[in-house]
């Protein structure tokens, strides 16, 4: 009983994680009016990094060799996931990234298969997987009566789940070493507002022309911008909503919500809990329709059911 109830808790830390991460595509939507991609990125995770501080002040010791695996945990699973993620939501709405997204658990069995030899493939996985990139593709029309797709939005989308699953094969490896788990996840953040900083550098050369002077005319480049200035700054910051979105998106959905999701990575699997992940699209559907006033269309809303449909078919024994 007591195995179980630890599994309980894993699977309720993980369905809190799913739904606070749901409503992230939409907070993310709002916030980039106001900031590029990059801007977003940073200054979320120094509030969460600031956070996971308050949440538990102490120092755990870990073994030098180990950095390169918080340090690769750092650039797979917040620098390229949450760059990508923020990106492709920039070039299409929250509700499409967040579907497209939702098949991370697939890469993470095919990765976890292939460097973990942990054997997760089987027939219905395969045809779970087929179907849901079915039900992706359905997603990326969405309404159009053309053979049409948004060559960033979806290839973005698609590379963050990619890197996701290499994010929570890392996860599973530093587990085992039995770490705090929000001192760890603590770690990874630091590693990745490392990680940030030349990156945050470049936007600003971008951004002042001193490198590309016709970077403006670029989408692509326009999200790597970091603005100084003192103007532009004082504008945006002095939203309260901005505010509210920064902080909900650092400390809780980075912060807590990581912390929580490697915790029960921890009790209940990696693979197993991953599933839960399915459900994020039908969460930030709701948000984006209400908050956001994103349609739902037919076409969308069958490849969601679909893309979902294939997810839980993957997991059939």
């Avoid at 390169?68 to 996931?81: D, E, K, N, P, S």
């Avoid at 997204?101 to 973990?116: E, H, K, R």
């Avoid at 507002?193 to 480049?221: R, T």
Wanted: aromatic fraction near 16%.
């Amino acid at each position: 009983m007591k195995i179980q109830n630890q599994k309980a808790f894993g699977y309720l830390l993980a369905a809190l994680s799913v739904f606070f991460w749901g409503i992230t595509f939409v907070c993310t939507k709002y916030l980039l009016r106001d900031f590029t991609s990059l801007e977003i990125l940073f200054f979320r995770f120094i509030a969460a990094y600031s956070g996971l501080w308050l949440l538990r002040p102490k120092f755990e010791k870990i073994a030098a060799r180990d950095n390169i695996l918080f340090a690769l945990a750092g650039l797979t699973g917040v620098v390229l996931y949450q760059l990508t993620e923020n990106i492709a939501i920039h070039f299409t709405n929250a509700s499409n990234v967040s579907v497209i997204v939702s098949i991370c658990p697939l890469f993470t069995a095919i990765i976890t298969q292939i460097f973990l030899k942990e054997k997760h493939l089987s027939l219905w996985f395969i045809i779970g997987f087929i179907i849901s990139i079915t039900g992706v593709t359905l997603v990326c029309l969405n309404g159009n009566t053309t053979l049409e797709f948004n060559p960033k939005g979806d290839f973005l989308a698609l590379l963050s789940g990619i890197c996701w699953g290499f994010y929570s094969m890392l996860i599973s490896i530093i587990n085992k070493k039995n770490y705090d788990p929000v001192c760890s996840t603590r770690r990874i953040f630091f590693f990745s507002v490392v990680i940030m900083i030349p990156l945050s550098f470049a936007g600003w050369l971008l951004s002042s022309g001193m490198i590309c002077g016709n970077a403006e005319n670029s989408e692509f480049i326009q999200s790597f911008y970091f603005s100084f200035n003192k103007t532009i700054n004082a504008a945006r910051f002095s939203n309260p909503l901005n505010w509210l979105y920064l902080l909900f998106l650092g400390v809780i959905a980075n912060g807590f919500c990581f912390a929580m999701w490697n915790k029960a990575c921890k009790i209940a699997g990696t693979v197993k809990v991953s599933c839960g992940l399915y459900l994020i699209p039908v969460v930030t559907i709701i948000f984006a329709f209400f908050t956001l006033g994103e349609k739902i269309t037919l076409l969308g809303a069958i490849g969601a059911l679909v893309t979902i449909a294939g997810l839980f078919i993957s997991e059939r024994k």
